[in-house]
């Protein structure tokens, strides 16, 4: 494993205002490094997609610091925000998140199309992750004509097209039965171990433990091991 590619210093997150405000994360320190595959593993409410949101630039922290890709977030603009989160992050969702009319190449495509690269070098690329997530025989299937399994090896694909440096997946062996979600954790520690990269799942399920290099658990907004 390599250094540091994500990271959190004494993170705190304050959601809702009044009655109902909630300190969702409580000075939270934590590292994402290449190289490896982590669960962020607790119970419902304990903060786990909150924290991934931070660590991925889709909210900002209350306080305390966020690092991505060597630069601190703090300070940061909504559209450097936005930036950081193209160049650096991939997400994977339980619900794929796929357009219906696109077919799984177009559907990886629109990854590097928000990121500026409409050529025909973003096709190629767009059919090279298809290909390493065993997908080179679908290109043109569309999502209703793929299994909740492979559409979630697209979302795959989409996540790693850009050649980010971090993979944040929340539960994304969730909607899958138990021989799709293996498959779907051997494809993600393949993406960690052959190209460095970290990779970060959130999940409820016991059984992925196997393929963690390292479990965080999360309690009350609080890493407790």
């Not at 931070?54 to 300070?75: A, D, I, K, N």
């Not at 199309?113 to 690329?125: L, M, P, S």
């Not at 393929?211 to 999360?218: G, K």
Request: contains cysteine.
């Amino acid at each position: 494993m390599t250094e540091a590619l994500i990271e959190a210093v004494e993170v705190a997150k304050v959601l809702g205002s009044g009655p109902g405000q909630v300190q969702a994360l409580k000075g939270i320190s934590l590292s994402v490094k290449g190289g490896e595959l982590a669960l962020l593993m607790g119970p419902s409410g304990s903060g786990k997609t909150t924290l991934l949101s931070v660590l991925g630039c889709m909210l900002t922290p209350t306080s305390g610091t966020v690092w991505v890709g060597g630069r601190s977030t703090e300070g940061a603009s909504a559209e450097e925000l936005a930036k950081l989160r193209r160049d650096n992050v991939g997400f994977i969702f339980q619900t794929y998140h796929l357009f219906p009319t696109l077919n799984a190449a177009d559907n990886v495509r629109l990854a590097l199309d928000v990121r500026g690269e409409r050529t025909k070098a973003a096709v190629v690329k767009a059919k090279d992750a298809l290909t390493n997530v065993g997908l080179s025989h679908k290109m043109a299937s569309y999502p209703h004509e793929l299994s909740s399994g492979e559409q979630q090896r697209v979302a795959i694909a989409r996540a790693i097209v850009g050649d980010v440096s971090a993979i944040f997946a929340d539960e994304p062996t969730a909607a899958l039965d138990t021989e799709n979600g293996k498959a779907i954790m051997t494809i993600l520690s393949s993406i960690a171990k052959e190209r460095s990269r970290g990779v970060l799942v959130v999940t409820h399920d016991a059984r992925l433990m196997p393929f963690a290099d390292r479990v965080i658990y999360l309690e009350d907004g609080r890493i407790i091991r």
